[in-house]
Structure formats: structure tokens, C-alpha cells
């Protein structure tokens, strides 16, 4: 688990602690200072994790799975960090183009997969409310027309949908978004992402949300979407909220989807017997690893984290212990000013890194995420855990090729 060659009994740790707090010296430094690391502080309370539960094959990533490209193509709005889009990769879907407004996370798609064409900064606006702009790209540099014979799949940014932004809009507000998807400024980008799939005619879609998507406003937004696309010719497999941690991902994640296609029927994932803990993804080291970086704590922190036993919150910093037996809390992403919101891992007082985020997330370990850590944790709390993303494309495959 990550464990340094270094150790530390527990009295040093707690002596080194308090005098970085009386002295008001910098724990990074310290530690340093003593060939350490904050991998070998340890928590007050823990326990052995010894046991068949464990084993190799339990925690599984796309690169388990064995597909062959059937080619067909896909696009992505709204692409983040490419969640989705390795998904479908993984099910052996021909990615051709991924729709980003954020530069950053564009720099990341560009470092990880050169032959996707990524639309976005700089060369891009990345912003598809410009019609005109992202109607012609996807004509004339991705070579689609409708109907399209692929899939277009994205998530709206979810923040007024969801419960963590603490965002809610009411009819009066102006900046609420009703249905006016052909509005050019104001218009809510789900119905953004609609005009694409009516313009186009893809022969399946899938959208992504944060699970208010399908409540606020008592449901009438995403009731007008779902009885737009029917009348343009989709059929719509009636909206469901997944947890992730149902289909292998070591992570409670409940999001929302909406899956539709011109023809074939689609039905879900069936979910694994058991699931994945924390522990299982994390056992094997990150160290050496890219986006391995730990933030610093202050000692009077750790001091405060070193008391938590399993799946407790420090009510200071509002982070929790993972419990190492069961998924990780959900990942979260954080306003536009912050970074994502990590948690501490379960067995060393510190947050986790952007890596072992990654791995909760079941990114292979291979995929560099761009910019600062900030917006490296960003990241991760946007993206669709790939594994989920892959299992849902097996079924959008079978469903609507046949395959």
C-alpha cells in the first residue's frame, strides 16, 4: 500500500508532529529532512488486510478486457478527461473526435490519444453552443454527415443539476435554462447537445449526469429532452441511475444515464456479484508513477487525520478516511475555483494523489492527466469511471449493431 522502506514508529511520528506544530516548522521539510516521507506516517487504528478477498484478479482495468475493432465511430461532447471516450475505445468503438472547452483538459485527451481529433483550445472555441463553428468541424475535419451510423456520447456540465454544487435555478432566475436548446447564448447546453444528435442523427446516444438531471424542475427538462428525441425518431431506454461500484468500479458513483437509439433496443449492464474495495485497487504501488503527487499537509492536520477510524470525516478539512474493505466515496470534482475534493487514504494520513484517484476512477495507470494538480483532481471528479463507460458500450453494441 505504498508503504515507504522507512519506518516510523508510531511515538517518533506523534513527537515529530508536535514539534512542527510548536515550532511552526513545515512537515514536508521535516520529513525530508529525515529521509521520510508521508508514506510512512501511519493512523492510530488499522487493520491487516490479509485474505483471499484480495487477490490479483479482483480489481480489473480496460486493459483485463480483450476487444476487437469493429470500427465503428464515435464522437464525445463535453469530453473532460476522456472517461467516456476510453471507454468506448476499450468496447472497440473507433473514437474520431472529442469535444472540450477546457484547454487543459484538452492538453490531457492530445498527450494521451494524438490520432483523436480533439476540438477545443486553442485551435478550438471548444464551446458547442457556437453552432456554425462545431456543425462545419464535425462536416469538414471529422467527415460525419448525417445519418450518422455512429454514436454521439457526453455529459453536460452537471453543477446546476447537482446537489454538491448547491446550485439550484428557478424559472424566474435568469440564468435558468429551460427548453430553448436553439437558443444561441442562454440555452441549456443538454439541449445543446440534443440539437447535435437532431442535426446529425446518430444511430445511438448516451448522455451523462449527475442524478438531479433527472428531478430538478420536478423533471420537466428532462421530460421535454426525452419527448424531443422521440418525436426526431429514438427510441429512449428509460432513464436510469447507475452506481458504479455495481460494475466493478471501487467506487460509489451514482450517476444518471440516458441511452437512445434509431433502432435496436439497448438494456443495462447486469451487475457483478460482488464488490471492489479500496483496497484492491490501491495495494499495488503508484510510486514512480506519473500525477503521483501527494499534497502537503501541515502537521496539525495529520495530527487530527492520525485519530480517524475507518470511514470517519475530519470535520476540520471535511475529508474522510476510505475504508479499505469497502468502495471509496465518491470522487468530487470541486467548483470552477478549486481543485477536486480528494480523500484520505486508508491507511496513510494523507489525502490521496491524483494517480491513486486514477485508480478509483480505473484510468489505466498509463494515462497522464494534464495541468496542475488542482485541475488534475478536477479531473478526476468529472470523468465517467472507463470500466462503467466500456460496459455501457457493450451494450449499446449489442443492442443496436448486433454485435
Not at 454527415?145 to 448547491?166: D, R, T, V, W, Y
Not at 439497448?266 to 504501488?285: D, F, G, H, R, T
Amino acid at each position: 500500500m505504498n508503504a515507504s522502506s522507512v519506518e516510523i514508529s508510531l511515538h517518533e511520528q506523534l513527537e515529530l508532529l508536535r514539534t512542527c506544530v510548536e515550532e511552526n516548522l513545515d512537515l514536508s521539510t521535516e520529513l525530508s529532512r529525515l529521509g521520510k516521507t508521508y508514506d510512512t506516517l501511519r493512523y492510530k487504528h488499522s487493520e491487516s488486510h490479509n485474505g483471499s478477498l484480495f487477490n490479483d484478479g479482483y480489481y480489473r482495468t480496460l486493459l483485463d478486457f480483450e476487444h476487437s475493432s469493429h470500427g465503428i465511430p464515435t464522437v464525445s461532447f463535453f469530453s473532460g478527461a476522456g472517461g467516456l471516450d476510453l471507454g468506448f475505445e476499450a468496447a472497440g468503438f473507433s473514437h474520431l473526435a472529442s469535444i472540450e472547452i477546457n484547454e487543459t483538459f484538452c492538453d490531457t485527451l492530445r498527450s494521451n490519444r494524438n490520432r483523436w481529433a480533439v476540438l477545443g483550445p486553442p485551435l478550438h472555441s471548444g464551446d458547442i453552443r457556437n453552432k456554425d463553428e462545431f456543425s462545419h468541424l464535425l462536416r469538414e475535419k471529422v467527415g460525419i454527415k448525417a445519418p450518422f451510423e455512429g454514436i454521439f456520447h457526453g455529459g453536460p456540465p452537471c453543477q446546476s443539476f447537482s446537489i454538491a454544487a448547491n446550485q439550484r435555478f428557478t424559472k424566474e432566475d435568469e440564468n435558468f435554462k429551460r427548453v430553448g436548446f436553439s437558443h444561441a447564448t442562454n440555452g441549456n447546453l443538454l439541449f445543446d447537445f440534443i440539437w447535435y444528435i437532431i442535426e446529425f442523427k446518430p444511430r445511438a446516444f448516451l448522455i451523462e449526469n449527475v442524478p438531479g438531471l433527472l428531478t430538478i424542475d420536478n423533471g420537466e427538462q428532462v421530460t421535454e429532452a426525452i419527448k424531443l428525441l422521440r418525436k426526431n425518431g429514438y427510441e429512449i431506454l428509460e432513464p436510469s441511475v447507475l452506481n458504479a461500484a455495481n460494475y466493478g468500479v471501487p467506487q460509489n458513483r451514482h450517476r444518471a444515464f440516458i441511452i437512445g437509439s434509431r433502432t435496436g433496443q439497448v438494456v443495462l449492464p447486469e451487475q457483478e456479484p460482488s464488490i471492489v474495495p479500496v483496497i484492491a485497487a490501491l495495494k499495488q504501488s503508484v510510486n514512480g508513477n506519473e500525477n503521483h503527487i501527494t499534497r502537503n499537509h501541515r502537521a496539525d492536520s495529520v495530527l487530527r487525520y492520525m485519530e480517524l477510524k475507518y470511514g470517519q470525516r475530519d470535520q476540520v478539512g471535511r475529508v474522510d478516511r476510505l475504508n479499505p474493505k469497502l468502495p471509496s466515496k465518491t470522487i468530487i470534482a470541486g467548483g470552477n475555483k478549486g481543485g477536486g475534493r480528494s480523500h484520505l487514504h486508508p491507511e496513510i494520513p494523507r489525502t490521496l494523489s491524483v494517480r491513486e484517484s486514477a485508480r478509483l476512477q480505473t484510468f489505466p495507470d498509463d494515462y497522464i492527466f494534464a495541468g496542475a494538480p488542482a485541475r488534475q483532481y478536477t479531473q478526476m471528479g468529472n470523468a465517467v469511471p472507463p470500466l462503467l463507460a466500456m460496459k455501457l458500450a457493450n451494450q449499446i453494441l449489442a443492442g443496436v449493431y448486433g454485435s
